[in-house]
């Protein structure tokens, strides 16, 4: 979308070594570009650092929280601060190194004929590199789960680098997304196609982080697992219920400009 305010909201728990360089890499790669970085109170300085970082650079902001709440209220929170100063794209960005800033012009042309541009692991033409067998596996088996459960035509509903429209940001129910762990990325991609939101997947190459630890801890896993079988089985027994009021009609969802059908 030529001439919009893109804001890359960063969350980070934790990410001193990595900040700096993956802001570095935004700016050469979408000069124009604005960050907010959302930190909880990471004990390793990531959040002085960015105020640091936010004293240099004016396309730098940072937003500090007292504590570690989780990724979906981390987002939720960066997102409305976006919305409440007028930007027309947020984009969601991994602080870690795992998603390559050179790819967001991709993500932004991409909503030229959609509301929500998925970058996606798992469509042809996209890539994980060096990411541990188990955790490939993980991810791999929660996206076959999450689209039969939910019948949510996506290849990679849990990945974290994404841009979306204002408006579609605007028209989602974001009080209503109790979403915690990583799960919130299904939560908020389901809603915005139940909404009607065209989606569009685009390929991206998702690389191990370039330093310090992953997140991901075994409640984030149950959470997501607990929470996609409630919201899969309330929508087949809605299904049985008499006068059951029709779902709203899903969104389109594209694969580098193919239709897919939910399987
Ligand atoms: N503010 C805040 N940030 C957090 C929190 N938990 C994690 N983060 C930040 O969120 C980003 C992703 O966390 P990682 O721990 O690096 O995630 P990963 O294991 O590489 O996650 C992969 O799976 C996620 C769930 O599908 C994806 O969201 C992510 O893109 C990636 O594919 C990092 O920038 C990390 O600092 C939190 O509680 N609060």
């Known amino acids: 979308m030529t001439g919009s305010r893109v804001l890359v909201v960063v969350p980070t728990y934790?990410?001193?070594?990595?900040?700096?360089?993956?802001?570095?890499?935004?700016?050469?790669?979408?000069?124009?570009?604005?960050?907010?970085?959302?930190?909880?109170?990471?004990?390793?300085g990531t959040g002085e650092l960015a105020e640091e970082l936010a004293a240099q650079d004016e396309r730098v902001h940072v937003l500090r929280r007292t504590e570690k709440a989780g990724l979906g209220p981390a987002y939720v929170a960066g997102?409305?601060?976006?919305?409440?100063?007028?930007?027309?794209?947020?984009?969601?960005?991994?602080?870690d190194g795992s998603h390559d800033p050179e790819q967001l012009p991709a993500l932004l042309a991409a909503l030229d004929g959609a509301d929500l541009a998925l970058g996606s692991r798992y469509v042809p033409g996209g890539r994980v590199e060096d990411w541990p067998r188990r955790r490939l596996l993980l991810s791999r088996l929660g996206n076959v789960?999450?689209?039969?459960?939910?019948?949510?035509?996506?290849?990679?509903a849990t990945g974290g680098f994404r841009a979306v429209r204002g408006d579609l940001v605007?028209?989602?129910?974001?009080?209503?997304?109790?979403?915690?762990?990583?799960?919130?990325?299904?939560?908020?991609?389901?809603?915005?196609?139940?909404?009607?939101?065209?989606?569009?997947?685009?390929?991206?190459t998702f690389s191990e982080r370039a330093s310090?630890?992953?997140?991901?801890?075994?409640?984030?896993?149950?959470?997501?697992?607990?929470?996609v079988t409630g919201w899969g089985l309330q929508d087949r027994l809605a299904d049985r219920l008499p006068g059951r009021v029709?779902?709203?009609?899903?969104?389109r969802v594209r694969d580098g400009g193919r239709s897919s059908e939910v399987r």
Request: net charge negative; glycine share 6%; aromatic share 8%.
């Open 145 to 156: 789960y999450t689209r039969r459960a939910l019948r949510l035509p996506l290849a990679d």
């Open 246 to 251: 029709p779902p709203p009609v899903p969104g």
């Open 170 to 204: 605007d028209r989602l129910p974001f009080d209503e997304v109790a979403s915690q762990g990583y799960c919130f990325q299904v939560d908020w991609a389901w809603r915005a196609w139940r909404a009607g939101a065209r989606v569009v997947e685009v390929p991206i």
């Open 212 to 227: 310090g630890r992953s997140k991901m801890t075994s409640s984030i896993v149950v959470e997501a697992l607990a929470r």
């Open 79 to 95: 997102f409305r601060w976006g919305r409440a100063r007028d930007y027309d794209v947020l984009v969601e960005m991994d602080a």
């Open 14 to 44: 934790d990410e001193v070594d990595n900040l700096e360089p993956v802001l570095d890499r935004l700016h050469a790669a979408v000069p124009d570009a604005h960050a907010l970085v959302v930190d909880d109170g990471s004990p390793d």
